[in-house]
């Protein structure tokens, strides 16, 4: 079964660094690209941008670039998505989701359970 | 960027037909999925590539594409449909994935 597992919530004052992760499980990890998502409080989805762990090329939405790093260590089939300074406006859930091709326009058919992050000022 | 615009909500009353459209340049030449989100869960993919449907979805979601709109229609509307539905582009020409801005749908 695939199943993408997440890290635990985290709670986080402003300005410091942050990484978290998500484990492929169930699948040959380098083969499919991953994508993070956002979603703020009582908001909707973005994509934030996406990793192909089988050479880690990666790209990033235009909203997201710069503003994070995404990713991958192909031996513990893990992908992470790293803040190097936390905002406040940076609380929310984070999902990983996997493309279910090797294409990004393929859709996502499996999702983490979420990682519920929260900065304070 | 590519913008897909959604209405914000839609209500139907059980056993009715409810569509959520989604709207955007182009739409119907590009690869759109549709993903269902429940209150504190991960989304679910219910139609992709416009009309296709994964297993386990039951067959009263269908999907189409026309012009500049894309239409999720559930037919015979549940209590337990009650979601945000959001829709889902690649944008090829900038290798960029886009979403919806969501559709709550209220069964009455």
């Known amino acids: 079964e695939v199943q993408l597992l997440q890290s635990g919530a985290e709670v986080m004052k402003a300005g410091e660094s942050l990484k978290i992760s998500c484990q492929g499980v169930?699948?040959?990890?380098?083969?499919?690209?991953i994508a993070w998502v956002r979603q703020m409080p009582g908001k909707g989805l973005e994509s934030m941008g996406f990793?192909?762990?089988?050479?880690?090329?990666?790209r990033y939405s235009p909203s997201f670039q710069g503003q994070v790093t995404i990713s991958a260590d192909r031996s513990i089939s893990t992908v992470y998505l790293q803040w190097s300074s936390l905002k406040a406006s940076d609380s929310a859930k984070y999902f990983c989701?996997?493309?279910?091709?090797?294409?990004?326009?393929?859709?996502?058919?499996?999702w983490g359970q979420g990682t519920l992050v929260s900065v304070s000022s | 960027s590519f913008v897909l615009t959604q209405p914000p909500s839609v209500s139907e009353a059980p056993g009715r037909t409810a569509r959520i459209t989604c709207g955007g340049d182009?739409?119907?030449?590009?690869?759109v999925h549709w993903y269902q989100q429940k209150s504190g869960q991960a989304p679910v993919v219910v139609i992709y590539f416009g009309s296709d449907r994964p297993s386990g979805i039951p067959e009263r979601f269908s999907g189409s594409r026309s012009g500049n709109t894309a239409t999720l229609t559930i037919t015979g509307v549940e209590a337990g449909d009650e979601a945000d539905y959001y829709c889902q582009v690649w944008d090829n020409s900038r290798d960029l994935v886009v979403f919806g801005g969501g559709t709550k749908l209220t069964v009455l």
């Open positions: 169930g699948y040959t990890f380098t083969d499919y690209w």
């Open positions: 990793i192909f762990p089988g050479d880690s090329d990666t």
């Open positions: 182009n739409i119907g030449t590009k690869r």
């Open positions: 989701a996997r493309h279910s091709g090797q294409s990004i326009g393929d859709p996502h058919d499996s």
